[in-house]
């Protein structure tokens, strides 16, 4: 190691660049890197995101699609597979809102829909806060009830 090898710890500097409006012969002097005239000139401005110099921003000139009711209820779909592998994991002939909320399906505030995918083998009582009409089909068909709460 010799002193011309010697340098500071990498991050320990920071090159700040040349100093603004000290003067012409510094090289950044009169108008401070700034333009001339216009608010972006001016001491204490600041424009808003998404500002595109006047032009209309993109925000405004992409088409908005759609509506989301304010009042709508999203429910969290369980489909009767899941019920079947549950059923045959725990041997329960009861499921309540209570053992998906137990088993991790949903959380405590989330309202169910039971839909119809797969197959169910066992007669099962299932409440749920709505089913499709097939899953009430299923259901049924293996000697189970549907109870809507």
Do not use: C, W
Request: glycine content about 14%.
């Amino acid at each position: 190691m010799k002193l011309h090898t010697l340098r500071p710890a990498k991050g320990a500097t920071h090159k700040e660049g040349k100093r603004l409006g000290r003067g012409e012969g510094s090289g950044k002097g009169g108008t401070a890197a700034r333009g001339h005239k216009g608010a972006g000139s001016r001491s204490g401005t600041s424009t808003k995101r998404g500002f595109e110099g006047g032009q209309m921003p993109l925000y405004r000139r992409i088409p908005k699609f759609g509506f989301k009711s304010l009042n709508r209820v999203e429910f969290v779909p369980v489909n009767i597979d899941r019920l079947q592998k549950l059923a045959d994991e725990k041997g329960l002939s009861t499921i309540t809102i209570q053992t998906f909320i137990d088993n991790g399906f949903v959380s405590k505030n989330d309202v169910i829909k039971v839909l119809g995918r797969g197959e169910l083998k066992t007669a099962l009582q299932v409440q749920a806060h709505a089913f499709s009409a097939t899953a009430i089909k299923a259901i049924e068909a293996a000697g189970g009830k549907a109870e809507t709460i």
